[in-house]
């Protein structure tokens, strides 16, 4: 098709192809404005220049699988990417002048394993782990530069993109924004202007595509219409509005019939929208086909036939339409260049044929296309669901194992639309509750919690204490209000009910055989007293204190071979890890081996036990590729708590700047929730890090809106949290007699209280506040009863802080210099830098007091070099204040001992001068590839985040190592 005027957006797609670097463009217009025929422009353009051009098409009926749009548009890339060498180490970090036995060119990036299991998971292959948005996207990048990087650039064009289905449109909003920089790849994407997209907010560049100017029009009608009469060109013009669409299709339809009769058609339908005026002309034209066509057509329309063109071993099979060339004739159908397919002229089209079906015929197409994909069973389900009007078994757990899937792969939302529906075809009363209950429970944890509800309720009409009654409520009750108390006494209740019901079967049919807990799914028979069990396990360890613990380890023991080992692990570590915390540790590294394979929530509740015996860094990589996938489209709930966690190990490896972007993000998100637990617990843990960074009137502020909040509600965690708290603030500022009444508000000396689980982490605290403060009796005691208690043997930290604590109240050298070895010997002391680095602090005093200035050097040193590290300004001016009594003169912080490469050092220098990455690549003969990938490996050497910090950073380095 020749195309008329446009000479502004021409000149703008031309450039855009044919530029060297990397960018992205939205094209923005309503229905037939002709976007799509500029898209071919480009890639045409694009083909032209040698480049590979890679086409997809959203589909409405597709916008609710997630990734299937991702799919369309990287099918043709995926099937040669199986084949390339693998590469299991992040791209950023792996090394740019290697070389490589194949045709690549010495520095061309490769795809990892990492991002190949990226790929199988969003495309729903079982093997590949879960991934965010941001793990997805770098994946894609990495593909595309390697594509690219073979001396071929690549144009990827996406036509329809308000049809995209959410999660991929995610991914190209992140890909499209990280384009620039990136030599040979480019994003062009078309979406209608009067209709929503998930474009709306990927702040993309865009080019608004209006109506064609009078004369173009003009020229446009008359180059396709040349014998139209003079009345009836002035009425297709004025009736098209420069629409290019229009211009072409309303001549037709007036030859169809008389002119006036046709006229005044046309002049009815003037108060409606130009594209429904469009469709209104396909929908005549479709009426006039036979009945077999038009069920091909519905067919292709509602599986996006032609939605890209071509087939691959990477793609789904889609619906080829046969025998319509009926359609073609009349202008409906186009028959695809080169694939040979039948395609729809234009997206209209398409909507035309779904609206003008009866819902029979609908549900025709639909079990003809579920039969289609019975390969791809969340594809199939959709087709069943639409498909099916009465109860059928069969239809109904396909649903459900689909939903099964998609929570598993963070399409926890999803799921609940999908068990909704399953629950509609139960063909029996207890099929249909526990649907609902389990539709209930989902959107629980997707944060839905009114509607958790609702559901609740249709799952058991006419009563509130049904279990998933009580489920939702309590949930709602917990995560908004921090109740505990009353809700605790409800949980207790249900169970209660749910253990003795004489007709328990109908809640839990078929309780023998329950051997096998550990792989249970979702459709498991006690899969409502497990979740009932777990939520009074949580909500005891919010209330934190005995009574509580107590009667929830009653209810658990009556409860015989009906609770689960992971309710018992849960009940032993959540409660009182220095009573019942032993022997736990290996038994959570073997439930930790398949992550992949269980929901979400049930890896939060067992990262929580990792973090109670210090075992968390192992669980925190997956956690952190999964938390973003749960907080966009999963678990919004389990997404916070694994903020949570993050953070907290965060903190305890040091790494304190990360783990107070972690914080500001989880609260941020709790407070947007309106979670005021998850809002006060988030605070409790940034006063944490205000305490240890000795930033008091921070941490104090903060312990103060806690302890306001949790105290009268009696959320005896976060009370926990607020006294810690102040006991660590006021070692910060020395104020050892405040820190010690913090610390026995927690514990007595001597003692570690019942179900205070902050009893063991305070007890260097409580040690050191009690020696500084004369009280060596007490904090002796407190040591020896740490030891005792075996707390050595129930994590890695509480031995270091238990040998540490018996160094520090030792009553001779001997012992105390035996103790010192074994905490800064422990194979993960450096795991805890800040407790190892106390501790240095403590033996570093104690040796110049007893030995000699000379002896104290190490300790002392190391401890200020650690504090200098973390950023605890307090106590680093403490342990430089003692190295200098042990005769080291004040002096500028030495040169730190980092091997920085010449290139790495040359690259930051010349970063630090203020220059681009594409100006240092210039200097040096780099990309700018490379050279983000040299300040990527700088950076954490040098303990930055950011460039402006460079300078500084460089002057405490020492030289790097000679250029080559």
């Not at 009078?214 to 009608?221: G, K, S």
């Not at 109860?391 to 194992?401: M, N, S, T, Y």
Request: one cysteine or more; hydrophobic letters at 45%; glycine letters at 8%.
């Amino acid at each position: 098709m020749v195309m008329v005027g446009r000479d502004g957006e021409r000149a703008r797609l031309s450039a855009f192809v044919l530029a060297p670097d990397g960018q992205a463009l939205v094209l923005r217009g309503e229905a037939g404005v002709g976007k799509s025929t500029l898209l071919d422009l480009a890639a045409r353009l694009a083909a032209e220049d040698g480049q590979l051009v890679v086409r997809a098409t959203g589909v409405e009926a597709e916008s609710g699988l997630p990734h299937a749009g991702l799919h369309q548009l990287l099918y043709p890339l995926l099937p040669t990417a199986d084949d390339r060498p693998c590469d299991d180490r992040p791209f950023d970090d792996r090394p740019t002048d290697h070389r490589l036995s194949d045709d690549r060119p010495s520095g061309a990036p490769q795809l990892g394993a990492a991002a190949r299991a990226a790929f199988d998971a969003a495309f729903g292959r079982p093997d590949g782990p879960p991934t965010p948005v941001m793990a997805l996207g770098i994946a894609v990048l990495d593909l595309l530069s390697w594509t690219a990087s073979k001396g071929r650039p690549v144009l990827l064009v996406l036509d329809d993109g308000q049809w995209l289905d959410e999660a991929s449109a995610e991914v190209c909003g992140f890909v499209g924004r990280r384009l620039a920089g990136r030599p040979g790849v480019k994003l062009l994407v078309a979406v209608r202007g009067d209709t929503a997209s998930p474009f709306d907010t990927a702040a993309l560049p865009e080019a608004p595509i209006g109506a064609l100017a009078d004369a173009d029009a003009t020229r446009l009608l008359d180059l396709h219409h040349p014998r139209l009469g003079r009345q009836v060109r002035g009425l297709v013009l004025e009736q098209a509005g420069g629409n290019p669409l229009a211009l072409l299709e309303l001549p037709a339809h007036l030859a169809d019939g008389p002119g006036d009769r046709a006229g005044q058609d046309l002049l009815g339908l003037h108060g409606v929208p130009l594209p429904r005026r469009i469709q209104e002309i396909y929908a005549a034209r479709l009426a006039r086909l036979g009945d077999t066509v038009r069920a091909e057509l519905l067919r292709g329309a509602l599986d996006g036939a032609a939605a890209r063109p071509g087939d691959g071993p990477a793609s789904i099979a889609r619906y080829r339409m046969r025998e319509v060339d009926e359609a073609v004739a009349c202008g409906l159908l186009v028959v695809e260049p080169g694939a040979g397919e039948f395609a729809f002229r234009h997206p209209l089209v398409r909507s035309s044929v779904v609206q003008l079906a009866t819902p029979d015929q609908r549900r025709a197409a639909h079990r003809v296309l579920a039969q289609l994909h019975r390969e791809y069973p969340e594809r199939r389900a959709i087709h069943l669901a639409a498909a099916t009007v009465d109860p059928e078994e069969g239809v109904a757990a396909d649903l459900e194992a689909a939903a099964r899937s998609a929570t598993r792969r963070g399409g926890a939302r999803l799921a609940v639309s999908w068990l909704t529906r399953a629950a509609e075809l139960s063909e029996t009363r207890v099929d249909r509750s526990r649907r609902l209950g389990e539709a209930a429970y989902v959107a629980g944890q997707t944060d839905h919690l009114g509607r958790a509800r609702s559901l609740a309720l249709a799952a058991a009409p006419g009563t509130d204490e049904s279990p998933a009654a009580v489920l939702a409520d309590s949930y709602l009750a917990l995560y908004r209000d921090g109740e505990v108390r009353a809700t605790h006494r409800r949980i207790v209740a249900a169970v209660e009910r749910l253990r003795d019901s004489p007709d328990r079967g109908h809640h839990l049919p078929g309780l023998a055989g329950l051997a096998d807990r550990a792989d249970r799914g979702p459709d498991r028979p006690d899969e409502v007293l497990d979740r009932l069990v777990s939520l009074l396990l949580a909500v005891s360890q919010y209330a934190g204190d005995r009574a509580t613990w107590r009667r929830t380890h009653e209810v658990l023991a009556t409860l015989g071979d009906l609770a689960t080992e992971r309710a018992w692990m849960y009940g032993s570590t959540w409660s009182d890890v220095v009573r019942h915390g032993s022997g736990w540790s290996r038994r959570v590294e073997r439930a930790s081996a398949g992550l992949e394979e269980q929901d979400p929530w049930d890896v939060t509740r067992l990262a929580v036990s990792a973090y109670h015996l210090d075992v968390l860094s192992p669980l925190r990589p997956y956690l952190e590729r999964v938390v973003d996938r749960e907080l966009d489209t999963g678990a919004m709930s389990s997404g916070i708590v694994m903020l949570h966690l993050v953070l907290l190990d965060q903190l305890a490896l040091g790494q304190w700047d990360a783990a107070e972007r972690t914080g500001h993000r989880a609260l941020a998100l709790a407070t947007e929730r309106g979670h005021g637990l998850f809002a006060h617990q988030t605070r409790a843990y940034l006063a944490q890090l205000a305490a240890v960074r000795g930033r008091t009137a921070e941490a104090r502020e903060l312990q103060t809106a806690v302890e306001a909040w949790a105290r009268p509600r009696g959320v005896g965690f976060l009370t926990q949290i607020a006294d810690a708290v102040g006991a660590t603030a006021a070692l910060s500022a020395g104020d050892y007699e405040t820190a010690f009444l913090h610390a026995i508000g927690i514990t007595p000396p001597g003692a570690f209280r019942p179900y205070a689980y902050q009893a063991s982490r305070t007890l260097l605290d409580l040690v050191e506040a009690a020696l500084h403060t004369g009280r060596a009796e007490q904090a002796r005691a407190h040591a020896l009863a740490a030891r005792d208690a075996g707390l050595p043997d129930l994590s890695p930290r509480l031995a270091l802080v238990t040998h540490g604590a018996l160094a520090m109240t030792a009553e001779d050298d001997t012992e105390a210099s035996a103790h010192y070895a074994r905490a800064q010997s422990h194979p993960a002391a450096e795991r805890f830098p800040f407790e190892l680095a106390r501790i240095r602090l403590a033996h570093g005093i104690a040796v110049r007091r007893l030995h000699g200035a000379a002896a104290a050097r190490l300790p002392l040193t190391q401890a200020a070099k650690a504090f200098d590290r973390l950023g605890a300004p307090a106590w680093s001016a403490r342990a430089h204040a003692e190295l200098r009594a042990a005769g080291v003169a004040p002096q500028a912080p030495a040169p730190t001992s980092i091997p920085l490469t010449w290139q790495e050092r040359r690259v930051a220098e010349l970063a630090a001068g203020g220059l681009t990455n594409k100006e240092i690549g210039e200097q040096m003969r780099l990309s700018p590839r490379t050279v983000s990938a040299h300040l990527y490996r700088a950076f954490p050497k040098l303990g930055i985040t950011t460039r402006a910090a460079l300078r500084d950073a460089l002057t405490r380095v020492s030289q790097p190592t000679p250029a080559p």
